[in-house]
């Protein structure tokens, strides 16, 4: 079965810390993505990560890939209540269909 | 430049009705994807298409549910007698052939009374 698993699924953080969710994913998959998602609202798509060892970078957030491990990882640096959200991740197998994590849902606090 | 859109954004129906979801992808993108979203649940596959051809509907959960892309653009999902569980909101998401990357919409937020 085909499983995408993200940690942790809340997080508080104080603005200015910095933090970590990661994403697991059960079998060999294409590529990798991130998404965020407020309140109400569709996807915005965050990242792409197409290979391993894989590393971008958007302003305070940074995603990596770990093919070998089957993880991602999403890292905060010095948060701002403005990246208060959802994150999924979401791994790509086979014939283009996306599987979704549960989400991490995340609180900055001021 | 324009990005997928959905229709209705919301929509209210009592148990049994039947309701019809559109949505209108990225001109030019040849994949479309529905996905169902429930309550505080990263969102579950439904079917895709390439063009007009439904190539995987693995993920409807009953032969209540039905999608269509007759002409490979606008695609409709409609939900038969629908159920109090169908509540949720359906994504769609388009993407270009040459790139996987998929492009969601705003979503049509289903609230079976």
């Known amino acids: 079965e085909l499983k995408v698993e993200q940690n942790p699924l809340f997080l508080s953080m104080q603005e200015g810390k910095n933090y970590t969710i990661y994403c697991n994913y059960s079998t060999t998959s294409d590529r990798l993505y991130w998404y965020r998602q407020d309140p109400g609202k569709s996807l915005e798509s965050l990242f792409v990560?197409?290979?391993?060892?894989a590393v971008k970078q958007e302003g305070r957030l940074m995603a990596s890939l770990d093919t070998k491990a089957r993880l991602s990882t999403l890292h905060i640096t010095a948060a701002v209540h403005d990246l208060s959200a959802t994150y999924f991740c979401a791994a790509l197998f086979g014939n283009e269909k996306l599987t979704f994590g549960t989400g991490t849902r995340l609180t900055i606090i001021p | 430049g324009a990005g997928v859109s959905q229709s209705p954004r919301y929509k209210v129906a009592k148990r049994g009705q039947d309701v019809a979801l559109r949505c209108d992808p990225i001109?030019?993108?040849?994949?479309l994807f529905w996905y169902q979203q429930a309550l505080g649940q990263g969102p579950e596959f439904l079917t895709y298409f390439q063009n007009e051809a439904q190539l995987d509907k693995s993920g409807l959960p009953s032969d209540r549910f039905f999608a269509e892309r007759p002409e490979g653009s606008v695609s409709t999902l409609k939900i038969q007698r629908t159920q109090q569980e169908d509540s949720a909101v359906y994504l769609c998401?388009?993407?270009?052939?040459?790139?996987?990357?998929?492009?969601f919409g705003p979503g049509t937020r289903l609230t079976v009374l």
């Open positions: 990560l197409l290979s391993n060892g």
């Open positions: 998401a388009s993407s270009r052939p040459t790139n996987n990357e998929q492009f």
């Open positions: 001109s030019g993108h040849v994949s």
